[in-house]
Nanobody
């Protein structure tokens, strides 16, 4: 069973940066490297929304318009880990951030298409 564990969330002032990490276990490196990995977020009272995703080869990435140019997703298949570098944070970025894995090489933005989820990490941006 694949397990995803996020870390790196916290409290940060607007304009600051955070780097989220998501470590996968229960899966071989070869299998992990074939997964599409995504980051989603959910603010109180709102639906879970797509933030970013990265294909197995790291050659293909996709971002929500709201984070494009500020966030960068990357992965280290040797470490079974995916990252989300978040710069120029805004109060509206405040949410619980979830890491997700999709057993497909095709990037998708719908959370319903992801197979495995982490428990989430809180990101709070204050002005």
């Amino acid at each position: 069973q694949v397990q995803l564990v996020e870390s790196g969330g916290g409290l940060v002032q607007a304009g600051g940066s955070l780097r989220l990490s998501c470590a996968a276990s229960g899966v071989s490196g070869r299998t992990f490297s074939s997964y599409t990995m995504g980051w989603f977020r959910q603010a109180p009272g709102k639906e879970r929304e797509f933030v970013a995703a990265i294909a197995w080869s790291s050659s293909s990435t996709l971002y929500a318009d709201s984070v494009k140019g500020r966030f960068t997703i990357s992965r280290d298949n040797a470490k079974n880990t995916v990252y989300l570098q978040m710069n120029s944070l805004k109060p509206e970025d405040t949410a619980v951030y979830y890491c997700a894995a999709r057993n497909s090489i095709v990037i998708h933005t719908s959370f319903k298409t992801y197979d495995y989820w982490g428990q989430g990490t809180q990101v709070t941006v204050f002005s």
